[in-house]
DNA sequence: TCTGGCACTTC
DNA sequence: GGAAGTGCCAG
């Protein structure tokens, strides 16, 4: 939201971190590096660098993101994007859809997002601009959204387009589907982790190398019912399932008219709102002049990676701060071409037929996007445990292994959970089975301290969460996020973290399971605001 | 603000 | 044909 993070305040984006970041196309710019969140990304990017030895952030020091369909996100950005958050849990659009590259082709990762809140304000739309109405909400359990496919070797997810469109946001904090939890009316930046699972990496310890990426433009507004025309206007032209509302044609005046028992031609009330308001939205301008600039859609970032002196636990442990884009041009990833994973695929390859009862198969990405570029192959066998553990199993396990997301809800989720060998333990548990802790209370704070120690999982679990290392499944991200993305799409760092392993609670056979593993992350906000998290 | 039902669409 | 994803709309 160049505009709404202008209107609110977020603090521009620091220029990447990435050390060396190629140039790149239009269409795909890395993201941003988190840094520390204490110094600029410039600075960080330096420090970090160094910091990186090649034993500990192997490999994840040349990591690179690009956004795909940047443009489109840039031209929700460009309006102030709304996300709708239902109770039973709603997808974003656009998707969140990544080309990953400089993996190490064998090793494998474990790709996760979560949504940290973009600062402590609450918003409100009136006078066809949003402002800040209040301090935010408390902060919701920070959740995990692990990609179905992971883990996974390099070469498997830079093959094709890293897909997060099944992941769901919903308003209902006592949400038993792993979904992403989220205030409406609350600001919030989506952030994609790279975790190395490698056995080699001691996943689970101080040493786990990962990275976190952040493209500004994917930054977010939750709204219970669109607040913005011209963001519905954009959704029912761009969202195939929204076709039914496009009014351009004798259908949809016949539709309407139908709904409203009036006399055909009736104007679908979208199209007039949207013509009404078309000439001047408040974000317009503003978001343009900030995340249009150049510099920010071209400049590719690699990830940081760093290694952390603190202990894992530590890192995990800071305090959800907001994240905040340092700049919020920057980062504009470039439209990959695409590829994507698609769970059909890999549920027909792993298990046969199983579904989850309160989920299809895979069937939302489109055969274009994620199963052509499939690749069965590629997938490492399930988690040990995971196929077998009794909990998992009917309904989770084949699924699981089929790539379904998994959400990883618990009381005490955890990034180490996300291990592969701990894996079984973790991925299963519907988030409804875990007891919901209660929110630690709202302080904005980067997600990255600003000591060097400060760039830690933790930021990425940050603002929602705490550390991944603490929480995974709870929410050891709570957005703390933060650090501050550098630029538009910024790549956070990468750094090890040494999770704990935890065990998590059983899986009741009535709750719903969890289509996605999510882990919550609750993370005590401990951590100073950063300089960079000035979003508001 | 939020919710549930509706018609429509994709898969 | 049905499940699930859309925005619209009344309440």
Redesign the pocket.
């Known amino acids: 939201m160049a505009n709404g993070g202008d209107q609110f305040g977020l603090a521009e984006r620091p220029d990447s971190d990435c050390m060396d970041s190629p140039k790149e196309t239009k269409q795909e710019n890395p993201s941003y590096t988190l840094t520390s969140p204490a110094s600029s990304p410039q600075t960080e990017s330096s420090q970090q660098v160094p910091a990186c030895t090649a034993d500990q952030n192997q490999g994840m020091e040349g990591i690179k993101v690009f956004l795909h369909d940047r443009e489109l996100w840039t031209k929700f950005d460009e309006v102030g994007t709304e996300m709708?958050i239902?109770?039973a849990g709603?997808?974003m659009?656009p998707s969140y859809k990544v080309k990953v590259a400089g993996l190490n082709p064998k090793t494998k990762y474990i790709l996760l997002m979560d949504i940290v809140p973009s600062d402590d304000h609450r918003y409100?739309?009136a006078d066809n601009k949003w402002s800040i109405t209040g301090k935010a909400e408390p902060a919701m359990p920070g959740r995990l959204y692990v990609h179905p496919d992971s883990p996974a070797t390099g070469s498997h997810w830079s093959r094709q387009l890293v897909s997060f469109q099944k992941l769901?946001l919903t308003?209902n904090h006592l949400d038993p589907f792993g979904h992403i939890i989220l205030n409406?009316?609350h600001k919030y930046q989506p952030r994609l982790h790279i975790v190395k699972a490698d056995e080699n990496n001691g996943f689970g310890s101080k040493n786990t190398a990962f990275c976190t990426h952040v493209f500004s433009e994917t930054a977010f507004i939750a709204?219970?019912?669109?607040q913005n025309h011209k963001i519905?206007q954009l959704?029912?032209e761009n969202?195939?399932?929204?076709?039914?509302?496009r009014g351009s044609d004798d259908?949809e005046l016949h539709?309407?008219a139908?709904?409203?028992g009036k006399d055909y031609p009736v104007v679908p009330?979208?199209t007039v709102r949207q013509r009404a308001c078309s000439t001047g939205s408040p974000f317009s301008g503003e978001g343009r002049g900030l995340r249009g600039s150049p510099e920010a859609v071209r400049s590719p970032y690699s990830c940081e990676n760093r290694l952390s002196s603190a202990s894992p636990q530590e890192l995990l442990r800071a305090p959800p701060a907001h994240y905040a884009l340092p700049h919020p041009h920057q980062q504009h990833g470039q439209q990959p071409q695409v590829y994507h994973c698609t769970k059909r695929k890999v549920e027909n390859c792993s298990s046969g037929n199983r579904q989850l009862p309160?989920?299809?198969p895979f069937?939302?990405s489109?055969p274009s996007e994620g199963e052509s570029y499939y690749h069965p192959s590629s997938y490492p066998p399930p988690p040990p445990g995971l196929s077998n553990n009794p909990l998992t199993d009917p309904p989770y396990s084949s699924d699981m292994g089929q790539r379904q997301a998994c959400m990883f809800a618990s009381s005490e989720p955890r990034l180490d959970e996300l291990n592969c060998t701990s894996w079984s333990y973790t991925s299963p548990l519907p988030s409804a089975m875990t007891p919901m802790e209660p929110y630690p209370p709202y302080t904005p704070h980067p997600p990255y301290s600003s000591s060097p120690q400060g760039s830690r999982l933790s930021a990425i679990a940050t603002q929602s969460s705490s550390p991944l290392g603490e929480h995974i499944a709870h929410n050891p991200y709570q957005s703390q996020s933060s650090g501050p993305p550098s630029q538009g799409s910024q790549n956070i760092h990468s750094r090890q973290l040494s999770p704990p392993l935890r065990e998590y609670p059983r899986y009741t056979p009535n709750l719903s399971p969890p289509l996605y593993h999510t882990l919550e992350t609750h993370t005590h906000i401990r951590c100073g605001v950063p300089e960079w998290s000035a979003a508001s």
């Open positions: 709708i239902t109770k709603r997808r659009f409100k739309f769901k308003n409406s009316m709204v219970t019912s669109y519905t959704k029912i969202n195939p399932f929204a076709k039914g509302f259908n539709r309407m139908k709904l409203q009330r979208s309160y989920k299809k069937t939302g489109s």
